[in-house]
């Protein structure tokens, strides 16, 4: 795959060209949840039912959000790493995507710790989906819809739940959506802040002052 960036386990920032990039998404959730299919699905648009589990990539990406030319960066972690070299990489994300298993139960229960472990590492509040995949596995369902958007609303995050081996799910949106909420809050951080009141009076004083001392003249 072009533009791909894969290492042994361990974290993979290539950090190149960061300036250039829009998003830096990064893909969490516990082994053998379809991480890597759902990347894989959202970059070529193919399912091919085997990944190698302990890869983990950057994948530099290029495509039109709202009509507007983006590039994203994503990274698709190792979930066998559990805790094991997370920190740069959730430094690294501008935002998350958080995968777990509809049809495996543990990997739900998973995400509360991961969410909590990116709020630690971030300190602020984080851009994230959440994502319940293999949603093609209804008749092995452990975890209802509800939970899920329970969850997602008690994190603040979008819910899907998908299928990468579907053509035609929501894998797309979910980028997507992601990509949009970390150009809101990018938008935000970076608009000038206005000054604090006490910095107006303390302007409008001052102001007062020099006209009244030019007026009187100096004595
Ligand atoms: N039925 C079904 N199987 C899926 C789906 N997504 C992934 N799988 C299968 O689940 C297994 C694990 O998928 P991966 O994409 O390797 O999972 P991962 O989360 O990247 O796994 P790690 O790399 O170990 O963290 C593979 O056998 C996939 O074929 C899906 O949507 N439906």
Not at 68 to 75: F, S
Not at 104 to 133: A, M, P
Not at 170 to 187: A, G, S, T, V, Y
Request: hydrophobic share 35%; proline share 2%.
């Amino acid at each position: 795959m072009k533009n791909q960036d894969c290492k042994a386990k361990g974290m993979t920032s290539n950090g190149k060209g960061k300036s250039s990039v829009d998003s830096r998404i990064m893909v969490l959730g516990r082994s053998a949840v379809g991480k890597s299919a759902l990347v894989v699905r959202y970059l070529t648009r193919r399912f091919i039912w085997e990944y190698d589990p302990t890869l983990e990539c950057t994948y530099k990406h290029h495509s039109v959000v709202d009509d507007e030319n983006v590039v994203m960066e994503i990274l698709d972690t190792a979930g066998q790493d559990e805790n094991i070299h997370r920190e740069g990489g959730v430094r690294w994300a501008d935002g998350f995507v958080l995968v777990y298993a509809i049809n495996d139960r543990q990997s739900f229960e998973d995400i509360t710790s991961i969410k909590q472990y990116i709020d630690e590492t971030k300190k602020t509040n984080v851009q994230c989906v959440l994502v319940g995949s293999k949603s093609d596995l209804h008749h092995e369902r452990l975890v209802s819809t509800v939970e899920g958007q329970k969850l997602a609303a008690d994190m603040a995050c979008a819910f899907f739940e998908t299928s990468a081996s579907e053509a035609g799910s929501e894998i797309p949106e979910l980028f997507q959506e992601l990509h949009r909420e970390i150009k809101r809050r990018k938008l935000v951080e970076n608009k000038p802040r206005r000054r604090s009141s006490a910095q107006q009076v303390k302007q409008v004083l001052t102001k007062m002052f020099n006209k009244q001392t030019s007026k009187t003249g100096p004595s």
